[in-house]
């Protein structure tokens, strides 16, 4: 569903926007950190933060991505599958990627990989 140019796109450092819903159904957005994910892509989360928890009860979830022109974008609407397998071995390449350095490991917290299954895709620009 991604073409080549939406997934390169992904490879850039630009950040993503993601939306889950609240139990009450309203939307929770926050920005995160995104890679590409084989035909999808990913970001990485903690547990104890609202992403993870919003995502078991509804694996709803939407990613925006866009160049800092706004002219360029990529919005996702899909749904997310969490694991914990390879999620430190992520968090550590995306510190790389967007601030040039490892992740400084947090005592206790447990880090989680989202990955997004594309259902509806939108972009402009590519």
């Known amino acids: 569903m991604l073409t080549p140019a939406q997934l390169a796109f992904f490879d850039n450092t630009y950040f993503g926007v993601v939306t889950t819903l609240r139990a ?19 970001f990485n989360t903690a547990y104890g933060r ?8 509804d694996a709803r979830v939407s990613v925006l991505v866009s ?6 974008w990529v919005a996702v609407d899909g749904h997310a599958e ?20 490892p992740w400084p490991y947090v005592e206790g917290q447990r880090r989680v990989r989202v990955r997004v299954t594309p259902e509806h895709v939108t972009a402009y620009g590519l």
């Open 67 to 72: 160049a800092p022109d706004f002219y360029h």
């Open 24 to 42: 009450d159904g309203s939307p929770q957005t926050t920005v995160v950190w995104i890679e590409r994910d084989g035909d999808s892509l990913s």
């Open 82 to 101: 969490l694991t914990t397998d390879g999620a430190e071995e992520q968090i550590n390449r995306l510190s790389e990627k967007y601030d040039g350095k």
């Open 50 to 57: 609202a992403k993870p928890g919003n995502l078991e009860r």
